[in-house]
């Protein structure tokens, strides 16, 4: 001890200021950071969803048939918008279309529009099909909630040619693609959302899914650009950042206070747009509040990218592809 207060005494008076200032500003930038992150994860309220337009006004879901992007639809219609719905299977769109018209034929009514296409196979048609659609649509808001992730985790060697081209087509072309379409409807009418559907496997790298985590890290820095470019066209882009939610594509059947259903997450990221501005990409919120809890803890020690975080994210998915590959073992002598 005495040791070290003869080392800080030997270190001249000014340098020993600098470097307290130099601490001192660190740590207000710490303790800011913790403030606005507890403000945004539990008091405040994200922009309300009326900036973007009226009742009445439309918004475009895409993969809107099954888990989020169905949530999605399904809330957006409960308060007000009328509904283009996007995915593969037209009978689901159809089905889904019914039940929500339906349900708010007293109130205005609820118009929908049900386009049908794969955006594996990167139609140029397609695209052509829903600019038609969405060109006469007063569209305030766009859900790029569209996505593929790997069947189970899987070393990049041993990835399907099929699984990885389908992947980065579906999620990164086919986000860019429909927001080229559906945007320039928003800057005539000077305002307008685009939400698009990022991965707690984009902000860290995430080995065993790479594709994926590969596709959500373009999607991230797509979407953090984009939301600079269209800022000054009234038009709010912003990532939504998630961890595991029980649907189909995470195969996790049961809630806990990590894992929410759909509702839950989708209540959550409808209710607090634009409230990350603690985390290290602007443009971008992690609505549900314990992925935000473990974004925060992450990004204010290891980092989201660092050795640390990469070889636990590893692990984990190790883990789970071996129980994968059991469980699929166990299937197949049953039959
Ligand atoms: N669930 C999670 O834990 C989680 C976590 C982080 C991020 N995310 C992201 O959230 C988004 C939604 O995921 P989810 O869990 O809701 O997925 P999901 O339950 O598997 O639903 C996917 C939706 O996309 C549609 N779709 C899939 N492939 C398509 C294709 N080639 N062409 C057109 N539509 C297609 C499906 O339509 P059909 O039914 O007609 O095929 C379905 O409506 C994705 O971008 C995903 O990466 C999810």
Redesign the pocket.
Known sequence: MEEAMKFVDAIPQPVQLACAAVGALYLGFKALNAFRFFLSVFILSGTNLRKYGKKGTWAVVT????????EFATQLAAKGFNLVLV???KA?LDTLAAELEQKYLGSGGLQTKALA????SDDDADYERLRDLVSDLDVGILIN?????HSIPVPFLQTKTEELQNIVT??CLGTLKTTAVVAPIMQKRKKGLILT?G??GGWSPTPYLATYSGSKAFLQHWSSALAQELKGDGIDVQLVL????T????KVRRTSAMIPN?KGFVKAALGKIGTGSWMTVAHTYTPWWTHAIMAWAVENTVGAGSAISIAVNHKMHIDIRNRALKKAARDAKKQ
């Open positions: 993969g809107a048939s099954d888990g989020l992007g169905k995915s593969r299977t689901k296409m794969d955006f594996s909630n569209v996505g593929q992730s579906i999620n559907m991965s707690f998630s961890y595991l939610v649907t189909a594509m995470s759909p």
